[in-house]
């Protein structure tokens, strides 16, 4: 029965699960509304829309690191390519962020195998002023068992920590690997270390290191921060583990300061027709780091964020509420640009109804996690049951409060939802050269955009308050 | 049936159907022999010889490329290898090779997108001289398009090949692929471009450039060649296919002279009980490209080539006849190792039995072809027969002369078995900076040894002339 309807009759077949639900509690939408959101579900599911925008950006922009040629692009990149889809306003606000210089890294074991090591500096890490630091290699496998070094014991030595990032379908083990991305330098410089060497914060085991932010403290010696390759921490650990004592040499050109930049947001909306003052927010990041093309983090976010709205574009008429789309300056540095964002509004950002990020890659979407209000709960069930069937459950165990830029506006109250796509193989490409656009699994695109598309076309159309 | 004789009375079950087998013709090894032979391959998928060679290699010596220091390392590491495994003989032969030096390479797309580019130079390939080139992009899809342009159509211009080499089980696209490798920057100076750009030799979309030789013809320009990565290539694909015209920056410091350097190949023999003047050869390559550690290509080699004379080895008495490992010297740069092995030998090699080498990474064998005469192939169908239920075919279609290095062998009339990996993945890491021991799949490599050990030991205790 459930064949025959989905070949025959589709809209009309995915009404009725819904009129049943109708009977617990008000639809948000009309019969008129939920067959729009099924021809919404079926252009998202065919169009390449989101496919051709992350496309656009990855062959025309590529890397973005704020304060490379890449920004200035992709801000202009932007602006054009909300013009282009017919966006009702485009508008870009100015964040203030920071300028890192990467430069080059050299590493090698000098003994007792010399071999030369892929590495990456962590974003933000001093250089070594020109010169060769070579030292002995003192080993932790955590983060913990650093810090648990008494002070002094590690005296001009290169510290490494090779712990190794697991593989979990929702990135679980990024929060356990990253702290010592984080914090490493300065722990290991508080014990008197020269340097700091890190195991990747990544599950591939391809011969790339992967950046990603690193922080200095107040009061403690900047040292040297670099993400080694996992074959390279495999081979230094190989060579630790025969027991004869282990040095390297480590040459870094990166620039020791850190200048303050300006970057845009970058903001277009379509208007409602009914309550053009409550504005249903979609974000994704345009910043990206400069090693790759940014195509999985967070090309795919644009792309999915810019083909929602272009799709409800497509309508005839205007949904009730407006959509926004931010693309948030400067993520990877810090948050800047979301930081901006809400420093310049409202502290309540009481006209935001309801927010989602797309900045967790390409993997498709099986689940969603709302937070809301206990009343507005019923309306995120009604939209859980559209998206059912595309295997997306509904789960209640967390209270979102927005994911990456959009927890900066969540913080503040804006009711969130975050949808979680399989992340399985996000952290193989995440910061590294290795994200370009062929990673970009399309299938996989389209049902993201699906979902995104579904759900501001359902938030825009409703008049709940999802604050209550 | 078979399932509890596998478990209880493995060697006996064994013997059976080459007994039926020998109604037909007769048995290469007697009945002691055939359990003997049962036993190694029993030893072989268990022990994790071949792989601890091939970490030891990996960690201890890496990159070797000749010429370079690792060159010396692994000659020396070879050497005190085969002693400490217990060889009777280890010697080395000296043969001439090449010395080329790598640099690295710049390499940038400046219009209509700019963009950075990861390319390699190819082994051989000649710098800028420190000079930045830079020039518009002519496009050709393959080298027969490119060997069509007409003279003096190209001036000035930097050619680009895009052909995508496609993945096979037995590396069928490799052949299809690696002419432009070898051949492009000839043919593009004959038309008179400034360089030569190729998508890699390659089945992988990791941003890692394939390396690998290149030539130069006497009377045409030495032009710089390089290979992209796949990623690299699709992007300027994309940039050349929305019709503006493209440029590109090439900046190479590679070396502009090839010196002449010694390199040795190292060999090791276990010495014959009843025939030692009757040698059984087994080769792989000692030496890789200098851009990996060389684990797959051809560490693999070294280690299962190597491991299946220590198995042997262990065995209470040596077989009838010698069993000789050669580890190549030289092979990337162009089979110099053997070349001068035969070089240095009866032209007939008359003493060389039969040979195999391993030089096709680390897929499971599943088929072998023999290249022996009319009446020894009875004595190879047994061979066969004990290797059938491995899942390794015996297929006549080909006559064998002998896999890489061992190619200068068989052409000159010693019988080769080739034996034949899935070779799906190995071009995703052939000479790319990616071929490091993680790759190394130890089931496999298990598997792939004890065939190497069972052919070793039976060519070694049968009586049979292979060449007739």
Known sequence: MFSKCRTTLLSVCWILPIALSSTVFASALNEQQQQQLMQLKSVSLEASTAFDIVESLTTEVGARMVGTPGQKK???WAQAKMHELGFDKVWTEEVTSVKWHRGEVSAQITAPYPQKLVALALGGSVGTNGNTLQAHVAHFDTLDDLQAAEDNSLNGKIVFVSYKMQRHIDGDGYGKAVGARVVGAVVAAQKGASAFVMRSVGTDTNRHAHTGV???QEGVEKIPAVAISNPDADLLVRQI????SVTMALNLSAGNNIEEVKALNVIGEITGSEAPQEVVVMGAHLDSWDVGTGAIDDGVGVGITLAAVKHILDLPQRPKRSIRVILFAAEE??????KGYV?????????????AEWDFGNGKIYKLSPGVGPSA???????????SP???ALTTDNIAKGQSDMSALGN???PAINFNPDGNDYFDYHHTENDTLDKVDQHALKHNTAVYTMFAYFAAQSAVNFRQ
Do not use: F
């Open 74 to 76: 992709s801000e202009a």
């Open 214 to 216: 690193m922080r200095y």
């Open 241 to 244: 583990k025969r027991g004869q």
């Open 333 to 338: 540095v810090g948050l800047h640009g979301a």
């Open 343 to 355: 420093d310049a509004r409202d502290s309540k950002l009481a006209d935001h109804v309801i927010g």
């Open 377 to 387: 709960l019923n309306t995120i069930r009604e939209l859980a049951e559209y998206l």
């Open 390 to 392: 595309m295997g997306v």
């Open 412 to 414: 503040l109250g804006m």
